[in-house]
C-alpha cells in the first residue's frame, strides 16, 4: 500500500512541482503551439520540394512532440531536486527506488500522449489531412505507446542527472537526434544503412513508422509488433535508467559527490 502510495501520489506531487513555477503564458505555448510550427514549417518545406504528402510530415512531427515533456520532465525530476536542496533528502529516505521513479513516469507519459493527440489533431484541421475516423483508435494507442519508450529514455537522463548541472541541453540533443534519426521527416528507407541502425535503437522510430501504417489504413493487429518494439526499447532504457540510478546513488554516498558536478 505505501509503496502505490509513493508511487500514485508521490508522482503527481513531483509533476506539480515541477511545473508549478511555470506561467501558463509559458507552459501551454511550448507544449501546444510550438508543436503545430514545427509541424507547419516541415510541411511547407516538403510542399516546397516536391517530396511525400502533407500526411508524411505532420504525422512524424506530431508524433515526436511526445518526446518534448518525456525527455525533459523526467531529467528535470533530479535536476529540480537538485537545485532545489531536496535531493539529498530524497536520496536518504527509506521509500523504494522503483515506485519513487516510476511513479513520477506516469504524469509525464500522460503528458507525451496529449501533447502529441493535440498536435496532430490540430495539424489534421488545420492542413486539412484526411485521417479516417477509424484510424485514430489505434493512431492513440501507437502514440501511448511512443510517450512510453521515450518516458524510458528520459528516466535515463534523469539518472545521468546526478552528475551533470544541467539536463536541458542533452535533453535537446537527444531530441534533434529523435528528429533526424527516426524517421519523423525522411523515410527510413531513404536512409544510410548505418542511419537505419542507429533508428531501430531509438524510441518513436517504430511507433512513428506503425502510426503511418495505422493511417494508411493497416489495422492494429498488423502493426503489433512495430509496437512491441517500441515498449521493449522503453523497457530497456527505464531498466537502463534506473540501473544506473542506483549505482550512481551508492557511488554518490561513497565519494560523498550527491551535490557537487
Not at 77 to 84: D, L, M, N
Not at 92 to 100: C, E, F, H, N, T
Not at 189 to 212: D, F, S, Y
Request: aromatic share 10%.
Amino acid at each position: 500500500m505505501n509503496s502505490l502510495r509513493i508511487f500514485f501520489v508521490g508522482g503527481l506531487t513531483s509533476y506539480r512541482a515541477l511545473f508549478g513555477w511555470l506561467s501558463p503564458w509559458i507552459l501551454v505555448p511550448t507544449f501546444l503551439f510550438t508543436p503545430l510550427f514545427q509541424i507547419l514549417l516541415f510541411v511547407y518545406i516538403g510542399r516546397t520540394a516536391g517530396v511525400n504528402d502533407d500526411r508524411f510530415f505532420l504525422i512524424g512531427n506530431a508524433v515526436v512532440n511526445a518526446a518534448v515533456p518525456c525527455l525533459f520532465a523526467m531529467g528535470n525530476t533530479i535536476e529540480g531536486e537538485r537545485s532545489a536542496g531536496t535531493l539529498p533528502l530524497l536520496i536518504a529516505s527509506p521509500a523504494k527506488r522503483l515506485p519513487l521513479f516510476l511513479g513520477r513516469a506516469l504524469p509525464v507519459i500522460l503528458n507525451g500522449f496529449l501533447v502529441a493527440v493535440f498536435a496532430l489533431v490540430t495539424g489534421t484541421l488545420l492542413l486539412r489531412v484526411d485521417l479516417p475516423p477509424a484510424t485514430w483508435g489505434g493512431i492513440a494507442v501507437a502514440i501511448a505507446a511512443c510517450s512510453v519508450s521515450c518516458t524510458g529514455l528520459g528516466l535515463l537522463g534523469a539518472a545521468i542527472a546526478l552528475r551533470v548541472r544541467q539536463t536541458a541541453v542533452m535533453s535537446n540533443i537527444v531530441l534533434g537526434i529523435l528528429i533526424v534519426f527516426a524517421g519523423v521527416n525522411v523515410p527510413l528507407a531513404a536512409m544510410p544503412g548505418w542511419m537505419q541502425e542507429v533508428a531501430r535503437w531509438l524510441p518513436m522510430t517504430h511507433g512513428i513508422a506503425a502510426t503511418h501504417d495505422l493511417a494508411a489504413g493497416q489495422r492494429l493487429g498488423d502493426v503489433a509488433g512495430a509496437l512491441l518494439a517500441e515498449l521493449a526499447l522503453g523497457a530497456f532504457y527505464a531498466a537502463l535508467g534506473l540501473v544506473l540510478l542506483r549505482w550512481l546513488e551508492w557511488e554518490s554516498r561513497l565519494k560523498a559527490s550527491l551535490d557537487m558536478a
